[in-house]
């Protein structure tokens, strides 16, 4: 099960998500959210225990379609997962949001 908390800091929009990315439900929930915020996003992957296939294809299909994100604290299982579909480096992935990451949130 994937749940998924919202924390608004103006400039930036983190989603904290826990759980699992996998087909179903919770790539449909992931996606609502993102779509619903949009912009300015960072998705917070610190308590995801796993992604699969549809979870990583989900990701890439928001970020096709321009919605722009970066994901953060990403547990060595999800970066491995990313990583083994040939994802890894299609995402921009932080440890920490500084406002140097927010000047590049959005496409040039």
Known sequence: MLTVTVKDLGEVVTLFCKGTIVSGAEVAILCAAVRQYG?????????????DA????????????????????????VRETLRLRGAESIFEICEDVDS?????????
């Not at 140097?100 to 040039?108: E, M, R, V």
């Open 54 to 77: 549809a979870g990583v294809g989900a990701l890439i299909a928001l970020q096709s379609a321009g919605v722009y994100f970066k994901l953060k604290h990403l547990a060595r299982r």
């Open 100 to 108: 140097s990451i927010l000047q590049t949130l959005q496409p040039a």
């Open 39 to 51: 912009r300015n996003l960072v998705l917070d992957l610190g308590e995801v225990d796993g992604i």
